[in-house]
């Protein structure tokens, strides 16, 4: 079943627009990741950020983590073309090691 | 470095017919997890082996088996293969029990007629 769920299920933009794509999830976790996926493709790992952790940035990417809410949000500034792909959250559960749990994903689409 | 690496690309099967999926992770990663993705049910986790033992499986029927070799390398076998089994299989890799994000391959697109 799934874990989390992406918010929203499609977004579209303008190039140099900022998205804003929201995760919530169910249980305790270990850790939360964020992957991208181009179509048919596979998954590219983006960012992680630990359960002890508020905020990480990675480029142009910025997570944020509440575990009181048990959600996270992915921030992408300044959108690129390139950036248009599904965009998935990942939990494990509260103990390392135990399998990625995704939510169903937000499509993003930039536009030029 | 070579990523993850999935053979074959796609795949075309008949209903009934078994399909064996190969998967070659990244070297050193000694942790491969198998999911797969249908349009319906999303990115569902099947197992993950590390050191040749099968440490986690997911929800899904007896007909779906894997197992991984001394090498790291794992395969998946899917047999009596059913239309619903139409799927992108994603092979991951990772070294410290995922605690650092894991590395997909391209996967593996199977198609059941």
């Known amino acids: 079943s799934q874990q989390g769920e992406e918010d929203p299920q499609a977004l579209s933009i303008q190039e140099g627009e900022n998205a804003t794509m929201n995760c919530s999830y169910k249980t305790s976790i270990n850790n939360l990741q964020w992957y991208r996926q181009n179509s048919g493709r596979g998954l590219v790992h983006l960012i992680l950020i630990r359960s002890n952790e508020r905020e990480k940035h990675s480029g142009r990417l910025r997570v944020t983590l509440d575990t009181s809410k048990k959600s996270s949000s992915l921030l992408i500034t300044a959108s690129r073309a390139a950036d248009t792909a599904s965009y998935f959250c990942a939990t494990d559960g509260d103990k390392a090691g135990t399998a990625l749990i995704f939510g169903k994903g937000t499509t993003l689409s930039v536009s030029s | 470095k070579a990523g993850v690496t999935q053979t074959p690309r796609y795949l075309i099967k008949t209903r009934g017919q078994q399909v064996t999926l190969s998967c070659s992770p990244i070297s050193g990663h000694r942790s491969v997890s198998w999911y797969q993705q249908t349009p319906g049910q999303g990115l569902q986790f099947l197992f993950e082996?590390?050191?040749?033992?099968?440490?986690n499986k997911g929800n899904f029927p007896g007909r779906f088996s894997g197992r991984q070799f001394s090498n790291s390398r794992s395969e998946m076998n899917v047999s009596t293969l059913e239309l619903g089994d139409s799927a992108l299989y994603l092979c991951?890799?990772?070294?410290?029990?995922?605690?650092?994000?894991?590395?997909f391959g391209s996967g593996t697109r199977l198609t059941v007629v």
């Open positions: 991951a890799s990772s070294s410290a029990g995922g605690n650092y994000g894991y590395t």
């Open positions: 082996y590390f050191s040749e033992t099968q440490r």
